[in-house]
C-alpha cells in the first residue's frame, strides 16, 4: 500500500509521518500505528529516502499482514462455529443428553476461537512492523487523483 505523508518528526532511523486517512479505509488501522480515527493520522517508518523534517514523502507497507489479520478476524471463528455444529451434530445422536448440543458445542467452539484469536494478537502486537519511506516528493505534490489505498 502507498501513501503520501508528511514528516513532523525524526526519531533515530525513523521518521514519523503525518498522512490523511481516506474514507475507504474507515477505521482499518493497517496503515499506522496510532490508530486516529479520521483525518490526519501519524505513523512510523524507516526513513531509507533520510527524509528531513518538513518534506512530503511517500511510505510504502506491507499489506500481507492485513490479509493474515483478516483472516484470524474473520475466517477462523467461522470455521470453529461450523466445526461446533459439526461436532455437535455427531454427538447429539449418540449422547442423547443435551436438546440442541450442536449450538451449544457452536457457541463454546466460538469463543474459544475468541481466546485463540486474543492470544495470537497479544503475542504479535511485540512484532511491529513498520512502513518505509521510499521517495521524498516536491513541495507542489498533490498526491493521487482517487482515494485507493
Same mark, same amino acid.
Request: charged share 20%; hydrophobic share 45%; glycine share 8%.
Given at each position: 500500500m502507498e501513501q503520501v505523508g508528511l514528516v513532523v518528526e525524526i526519531v533515530e532511523d525513523r521518521a514519523i509521518v503525518a498522512v490523511q486517512r481516506h474514507d475507504v479505509c474507515a477505521k482499518c488501522g493497517a496503515c499506522g500505528i496510532a490508530v486516529s480515527g479520521r483525518g490526519e493520522n501519524h505513523l512510523e517508518a524507516l526513513n531509507r529516502a533520510n527524509a528531513a523534517v518538513g518534506q512530503k514523502v511517500k511510505i510504502i507497507s506491507d499489506t500481507s499482514h492485513v490479509l493474515k489479520a483478516s483472516f484470524m478476524v474473520y475466517i477462523i471463528p467461522l470455521l470453529a462455529l461450523l466445526l461446533g455444529l459439526y461436532v455437535g451434530q455427531l454427538l447429539d445422536g449418540s449422547l442423547g443428553v443435551f436438546a440442541r448440543l450442536d449450538i451449544i458445542?457452536?457457541? &463454546? #467452539?466460538?469463543? =474459544?476461537?475468541? @481466546? #485463540? &484469536?486474543?492470544?495470537? *494478537?497479544?503475542? @504479535? =502486537?511485540?512484532?511491529?512492523?513498520? =512502513?518505509? &519511506?521510499?521517495?521524498?516528493?516536491?513541495? *507542489?505534490?498533490e498526491g493521487p487523483i482517487d482515494e485507493n489505498c
Open positions: 458445542l457452536g457457541i &463454546v #467452539f466460538l469463543l =474459544a476461537s475468541y @481466546l #485463540f &484469536v486474543r492470544g495470537y *494478537d497479544r503475542k @504479535l =502486537a511485540g512484532r511491529q512492523t513498520y =512502513a518505509t &519511506v521510499i521517495e521524498i516528493l516536491p513541495d *507542489d505534490y
